[in-house]
């Protein structure tokens, strides 16, 4: 009668145990950071943690993390779907010497959404990219980029968004800048690929391109933004792929629109102005108007695709 009276106390003590322990690793659906916080923390509002990275593995699939405070929380990779949210403040991510942002989900990971909002990322002259979609990714990847601001990346290829993926899905940027970049502000690279979305974005003053779509499949729409001052072009297709810009800006590049290698760009009510080598470049693709178009003042050609249809 002892021994089954001292067996059962085993198990109730291993239950026990096991509870306690399967408690401790719990994830939350909304952990937190703070520039004060602690990474040994469990990321509660008041015990939060002290960066991203500490802050995601304690953090459930399609969970939020949530700052605190304008601290800085260092550079992240994700691997599954979430939310990071920077705050009203915008919390900083500070990528000297590497990416900010690595986003590598290559397995099914419940809505297979990433949002990344209120973020200020720094590239501090050294960094890579601001934010890096990883080939081939998931089919049916959807990124959210939300008022950002991604600037510094001048180490390597320095771009401040890289849409790498090979996959089908989405990337939309909307309300944020991308600004001095060694390579191009925003670059969606790699056949058959996600579509684009880019919405009131502005990329200025980077060494390449300001926006660039490349590869076959590849589609992007640009709408309400702007791409000045930018060293190659304002806006670039390249490698069969297709754009369409609309109520747009481009001006101060040196090329303010540019479509290469059997590439299409659509554009309608934008205005390319004061661009230094070309308003509009043809290197082997098309530029087709809808007749709305301001272009003026141009150093070089203004001339759209030539015998090319002005659209409905």
């Not at 405070?69 to 590497?98: E, Q």
């Not at 600004?179 to 684009?196: L, M």
Request: hydrophobic share 40%; glycine share 14%.
């Amino acid at each position: 009668m002892n021994k089954f009276r001292l067996t059962l106390m085993a198990f109730a003590l291993m239950a026990f145990t096991l509870m306690i322990a399967s408690s401790a690793n719990a994830q939350a659906t909304r952990t937190w950071v703070s520039g004060v916080g602690d990474d040994a923390n469990p990321c509660s509002r008041t015990a939060p943690c002290k960066t991203f990275a500490g802050a995601i593995s304690k953090t459930a699939i399609d969970g939020e993390i949530d700052a605190l405070d304008p601290g800085g929380f260092g550079a992240v990779t994700i691997t599954k779907s979430i939310t990071i949210d920077g705050g009203g403040t915008f919390a900083s991510i500070l990528a000297s010497g590497t990416t900010g942002v690595i986003i590598n989900i290559q397995a099914a990971s419940g809505s297979n959404t990433v949002e990344l909002r209120n973020l200020s990322i720094n590239g501090a002259v050294t960094g890579i990219n601001g934010v890096r979609v990883v080939a081939p990714g998931i089919a049916g990847l959807a990124v959210f980029i939300e008022r950002c601001v991604i600037f510094g990346f001048r180490g390597g290829q320095g771009r401040g968004i890289s849409d790498e993926r090979t996959a089908a899905g989405h990337l939309h940027v909307q309300d944020t800048l991308v600004k001095n970049c060694s390579g191009s502000g925003i670059v969606a690279i790699g056949a058959n690929g996600p579509t684009t979305t880019l919405n009131n974005v502005t990329s200025e003053k980077n060494t390449g391109a300001g926006v660039v779509v490349s590869g076959s499949g590849r589609q992007m729409e640009v709408r309400n933004c702007v791409a000045n001052k930018n060293n190659v072009a304002g806006y670039l297709a390249e490698n069969t792929s297709k754009m369409d810009v609309i109520d747009s800006m481009t001006a101060f590049n040196a090329t303010g629109i540019e479509s290469d290698t059997a590439a299409e760009i659509r554009a309608s009510r934008s205005t390319i102005t004061r661009n230094t080598a070309n308003g509009l470049g043809l290197g082997g693709g098309t530029i087709l108007s809808y007749g709305t178009n301001e272009v003026s003042a141009n150093v070089g050609n203004e001339t759209f695709t030539a015998g090319g249809p002005v659209l409905k």
